[in-house]
């Protein structure tokens, strides 16, 4: 970070502060004069000792980066512009950290060191691999499958991640099918190994790993002892704590129709909101639009929704959540996200309808086009 950035308010003397001394008599004018020197050093320590004693207001400061391909936008709240920068310096480098643990297509990384070393036998894994992978697991089983991270063969064929220019042989992607079961990723979480029990499985966590980088970034701007921040990585955001004078923080979720609206805001303290939309990746091939999130029982795009929003604790388990909404549809969605504890969201149908869960209702606040 440039740090000329961060710019203090400067204390000014005003004009108001002389005080003209001509119609005194001039033995007061004289002494006055001769003790002018004194004042004045007297006023400059009581300045100065009163300045040392009290910080600066608190402040919204903020930076932005592209990584784990998105925008990511960190504001943090703080009175300290050195300690600002090192939060969100630490909160960057933590992000980047995850990028190179979880990314599915770059060589080196844990995702693809699973697929090569995992197939047919344990193989150690990070903890927070284990801990990643255990809650995706939990979200497949809830699902029965619509939420799948053994998908990996399968979204190999799409390459989302790269400029898409057509979509993939759809007997390619019936083959790679057969390897798409969760219930063939033998994870222990005692031992801390994953096995790949089908030859050629593949992992892919894009639907899980910005969340938890979401989360890692937030637990850095803590520990340098902020008390307040938001974490936004292209709709996978968590805020704490609270705005400088007390407010909220305001979070807009995006129209799934115009990139460049929100459908409706909400205000929300400690929590994770994480959406996902058939807006961010895709392509349209003759007409029709293919988009990134895949029912991993076709292979091909889901087609229930435009939009998912899931708000929970945790930004790992909301992004998990959005993903798994999505695939599973409004009906389905909207049952499990009510069936789940500390759970709200709103899902957007491909039709458009909306749909709030119970503890969402009279917190979100719509759009007028969209309350009519
Ligand atoms: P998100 O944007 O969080 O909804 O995640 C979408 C990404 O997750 C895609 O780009 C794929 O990498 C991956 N993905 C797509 N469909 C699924 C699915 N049904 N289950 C798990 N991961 C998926
Ligand atoms: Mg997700």
């Known amino acids: 970070m440039q740090k000329g950035r961060f710019c203090q308010p400067q204390n000014t003397l005003s004009k108001e502060n002389f005080r003209h001394t001509h119609n005194l008599p001039v033995f007061i004018r004289n002494l006055l004069m001769s003790q002018i020197p004194v004042l004045l050093l007297g006023i400059f320590c009581l300045l100065t000792s009163s300045c040392k004693g009290s910080r600066p207001e608190p402040k919204i400061y903020q930076r932005t980066q592209f990584l784990l391909g998105t925008l990511v936008e960190i504001k943090v709240v703080s009175n300290d512009p050195a300690e600002a920068d090192r939060a969100i310096g630490n909160a960057f480098s933590r992000i980047r950290q995850i990028e190179d643990l979880m990314s599915a297509r770059r060589p080196g990384t844990w995702i693809e060191r699973i697929s090569r070393e995992a197939a047919g036998r344990p193989l150690v894994i990070p ?53 798409v079961d969760f219930n063939k990723i033998r994870l222990d979480s ?88 058939d807006y961010e990746r895709y392509i349209i091939h003759e007409g029709i639009k293919y988009h990134h999130i895949l029912d991993p029982k076709t292979g091909w795009p889901a087609r229930g929704c435009k939009s998912v929003s899931a708000a929970c604790a945790e930004a790992l388990e909301a992004d998990i959540l959005s993903t798994a909404l999505f695939v599973l549809g409004p009906e389905k969605g909207m049952a499990l996200l009510e069936d789940l504890p500390g759970a709200e969201g709103m899902i957007i149908d491909a039709s458009g309808k909306m749909f709030i869960s119970s503890g969402w209702k009279g917190a979100l606040r719509l759009e007028e086009r969209r309350m009519k």
């Open 127 to 179: 903890q927070e691999m284990v801990k990643i992978i255990g809650l995706c697991q939990k979200y497949s089983r809830l699902t029965d499958g619509a939420f799948d991270i053994s998908i990996g063969a399968i979204t190999r064929l799409w390459q989302f991640d790269r400029p898409m220019e057509t979509i993939p042989d759809a007997r390619a992607v019936e083959d790679a099918l057969r390897l």
């Open 190 to 277: 005692q031992n801390g190994t994953i096995e790949l029990v089908l030859m050629g499985m593949s992992l892919d966590l894009g639907a899980a790993a910005k969340g938890y980088a979401v989360d890692e970034a937030v637990e850095e701007i803590k520990g340098e002892g902020i008390k307040a921040g938001l974490v936004n990585a292209g709709g996978d955001l968590k805020s704490f704590g609270r705005k400088p004078g007390g407010e909220s923080w305001n979070i807009g979720i995006q129209d799934p129709d115009h990139s460049e609206r929100i459908i409706g805001s909400i205000r929300l303290d400690d929590i994770a909101l994480v959406t996902s939309g």
